[in-house]
């Protein structure tokens, strides 16, 4: 059962780095940055965009139904529960937010009465990985994305190989 609980955790953190990826390159193409991590868009004190700053991007946008801003709101936050309870023994005992995301998670995407709680919340993830990845991508997709020459001889061998790695984590 172990084993399962991690792979939850790793699943949640892998999306979360593609989906911050996708944020970024829409960040940098949309506001002329070169280096979103060393830009100040924000403030002039800021000299970072984190994770959370780019979700909150999102969720000020009007480009999202009240719904869509929620499960982007509620993934940020198990996000930051997880990192915050890397070491929790369940995947159920890292979500202890006073927000109940974990009662949100049920609720969004309900499922039957007979299956235990931990893996309603390990499905309720998933799914909400897979709303979330598909939110981004769907408002990142409206700026192409060009690449420099030099770059686009190797992203078909970066993507290649993180294509291969994504698929052996989701289709084990």
Do not use: W
Request: negative net charge.
């Amino acid at each position: 059962m172990v084993n399962y609980e991690v792979s939850i955790r790793n699943e949640f953190f892998i999306s979360a780095l593609f989906i911050e990826n996708m944020i970024s390159s829409y960040m940098s193409v949309k506001f002329k940055l070169h280096d979103i991590v060393d830009s100040s868009i924000i403030d002039d004190n800021v000299k970072s965009i984190n994770f959370d700053d780019k979700i909150q991007l999102l969720i000020e946008s009007d480009d999202f139904s009240v719904i869509d801003k929620s499960k982007l709101s509620v993934f940020r936050e198990i996000y930051k529960e997880l990192t915050i309870n890397k070491n929790a023994e369940t995947f159920e005992d890292c979500l202890i937010s006073t927000d109940s995301n974990d009662d949100f998670l049920l609720i969004l995407y309900p499922q039957e009465e007979i299956i235990m709680r931990e893996e309603k919340l390990t499905n309720a993830c998933i799914l909400l990985i897979d709303d979330v990845s598909q939110l981004v991508s769907n408002f990142t997709r409206e700026t192409p994305i060009k690449l420099n020459k030099r770059f686009a001889k190797i992203y078909p061998l970066i993507m290649s190989g993180l294509t291969f790695v994504f698929s052996i984590l989701l289709f084990r």
